[in-house]
């Protein structure tokens, strides 16, 4: 079992939805999360931490931890064409992270 | 601030020749380092990692070696490069275990 997964996808929403990704983790030990967004051609830039239960929003994006599920989402609200992207989930291993496979988001103008 | 620096961004080599990428952090002091390397349209696949001066951990068996010979410097090396190396080379670090790593910009080879 991979430590992340990411099955959802790739996600087609219009601009102005709600685009919602989610994340499965195994190590029910792990204390961080993290979302990177990641444009076609260029490296992944970090978004979103969350450390503890519950939500964190930042700005139009919100991040959703449930450890007892041993999931956690994001959630982008108002998508705009520019949130046009490949979404990636990260958690803890070691001394490392282990990423999930990508969710690749379209947002329809 | 700190910053990370990952050179060249683009590079065509010849099938045989060596290769050598090099990453390096300002603004911060014994971070943990990658390597990363992605093909087209595929995932992350971590290459090497470093916790520390002279300190290399492999995940896996191939064509490439890493060094880390200052503290904020990480370098990727293949006396030989084969077509199967071609692929977007990421550096990043990280401060500690609980956080997140940050991206260089990358490098895209090419071997022909």
């Known amino acids: 079992q991979k430590e ?47 450390y503890s239960n519950g939500d964190k929003e930042d700005g139009r994006f919100t991040a959703q931890l449930n450890k007892a599920s041993q999931y956690v989402s994001l959630l982008i609200r108002d998508s705009q064409p520019s949130d046009s992207a490949t979404y990636l989930c990260a958690g803890p291993r070691d001394y490392k992270l282990s990423f999930g496979a990508g969710t690749t988001v379209t947002v329809r103008a | 601030s700190q910053t990370i620096h ?9 099938v045989g020749s060596p290769l050598s990428l090099e990453c390096t952090v300002e603004g911060t002091s014994n971070p943990n380092l990658y390597w990363y390397r992605q093909a087209a349209g595929r995932g992350l696949q971590l290459l090497f990692y470093s916790v520390g001066i002279g300190q290399i951990s492999s995940e896996v068996p191939q064509n490439l070696s890493a060094s880390r010979p200052q503290d904020r410097q990480f370098i990727l090396s293949s006396k030989k490069l084969l077509l199967s190396d071609s692929g977007f080379y990421l550096c990043a670090w990280k401060q500690g275990k609980h956080y997140g790593y940050t991206f260089g910009s990358g490098t895209r080879l090419t071997v022909v």
């Open chain 2, 6 to 14: 990952q050179w060249p961004a683009t590079l065509v080599q010849p």
């Open chain 1, 4 to 50: 992340v997964e990411q099955n959802s996808g790739p996600l087609s929403v219009p601009e102005g939805a709600i685009a919602s990704l989610n994340c499965t983790y195994s190590d029910r030990v792990s204390q961080s999360f993290f979302w990177y967004r990641q444009y076609s051609g260029k490296s992944p830039e970090l978004i979103m931490s969350i």
